[in-house]
């Protein structure tokens, strides 16, 4: 029985036009176009956010509005939806009345959700991440964005291994362990994804060549030098300046492909509860970099190969991704890259701060 969401051609290939058969293959084949803020797109179609669970609250009140927030990203050209469970937790649902087995059902249903977003869409296949983000997150206060949160690793690792086995289990491309501001944390996440049958994605969040705790991020992206699940590391929710700058450093030191979706670039103002300054990167299309090495094209010259948009950016935002990767890679479309890959199984080298709503997911 074929995989819910996988895409089936009509006949059998030939070897020359075989799709990847996973998602190392793909990132090995090209860049991926990932999808853009989530609860950007929730919050837009009118829905109130403002809740602990943030837009994991929508799994169980409006699944169909998820359904649709992903399919508007995949048909802006995103190739990868990131799931609403970032936000989720069995703490978290607990506090809202939901016992463990119904959180275990939601958590997985966020994978097949996204799976039915690109259910019918033509063209090339699409790819599933599972969301996980920092024990911060769950906290709703700007923890994320600190880390440090007094907990020993031990307790940690106790409060993310279980609902990384309920998605693992749920049967998503990758594990996105995203909008990770500690390096303590980070060990502690690489620990807890062991064993489970599931490449991952490391994602710090990041400020001044920092990760939000304060490691250098050449620490943070040594991590995963000798890491055989983690098949890209990088940065989100920053500023499309600070990843300019961390994206060649995430591929010189860890010698893996990167992941990169920055904010739009925008502020948040606290006491007014609202953002402000101009979007760099959004509706605007694609980030630039006055010194003409940033946005998609400088990104994927310095090594990623996930690219996508985080707070504040929309299908818009997406659109102009997906039409940079496409012009800095020679093709029409970004998407043909999974047909004639002969050397698909070769790898490439190579919300800012506490006081601001919690991200994206």
Not at 107 to 114: K, N, R, T
Not at 277 to 294: I, L
């Amino acid at each position: 029985m074929d995989r819910p969401g996988a895409d089936r051609p009509a006949s059998a290939p030939t070897p020359d036009d075989a799709p990847p058969a996973d998602f190392a293959a793909a990132l090995a084949a090209g860049p991926l176009v990932l999808d853009g803020g989530l609860s950007e797109r929730l919050a837009s179609a009118g829905f109130d956010l403002a809740d602990a669970l943030w837009s994991a609250r929508l799994l169980a009140d409006a699944p169909e509005a998820v359904v649709a927030a992903h399919r508007a990203f995949f048909e802006a050209g995103a190739r990868v939806a990131i799931t609403a469970s970032y936000q989720a937790s069995f703490a978290g649902f607990a506090r809202r009345g939901v016992g463990r087995a119904a959180a275990a059902r939601l958590m997985a249903g966020s994978v097949e959700l996204a799976r039915e977003a690109a259910r019918g869409l033509p063209g090339p296949r699409r790819w599933v991440a599972a969301s996980v983000g920092p024990y911060g997150a769950v906290l709703a206060d700007g923890s994320e964005y600190r880390g440090r949160y007094g907990l020993t690793p031990t307790e940690l690792e106790a409060f993310h291994r279980p609902r990384l086995e309920v998605l693992a289990a749920a049967g998503p491309d990758v594990l996105a362990l995203e909008t990770v501001p500690d390096v303590d944390e980070a060990r502690v996440l690489l620990r807890a994804v062991r064993g489970l049958g599931v490449p991952v994605w490391l994602s710090f969040a990041a400020a001044g060549g920092r990760t939000r705790a304060g490691q250098p991020l050449a620490e943070a992206f040594a991590l995963v030098a000798g890491a055989e699940e983690v098949v890209a590391v990088g940065v989100n929710c920053c500023t499309p300046e600070e990843a300019d700058r961390a994206v060649a450093l995430a591929a010189r030191v860890s010698g893996k492909p990167v992941v990169v979706y920055p904010n739009s670039g925008e502020g948040w103002d606290p006491a007014a509860g609202t953002w402000c300054g101009e979007p760099a990167f959004g509706a605007a299309g694609p980030p630039r970099a006055a010194d003409g090495r940033g946005g998609v094209a400088g990104w994927l010259a310095d090594g990623a190969r996930l690219v996508g948009g985080c707070c504040r950016v929309g299908p818009a935002g997406i659109r102009a991704v997906a039409a940079g990767v496409a012009a800095a890679t020679g093709e029409r479309d970004a998407g043909k890259r999974d047909a004639g890959k002969r050397d698909a199984g070769k790898r490439h080298p190579g919300r800012p701060d506490a006081g601001e709503p919690s991200t994206r997911r």
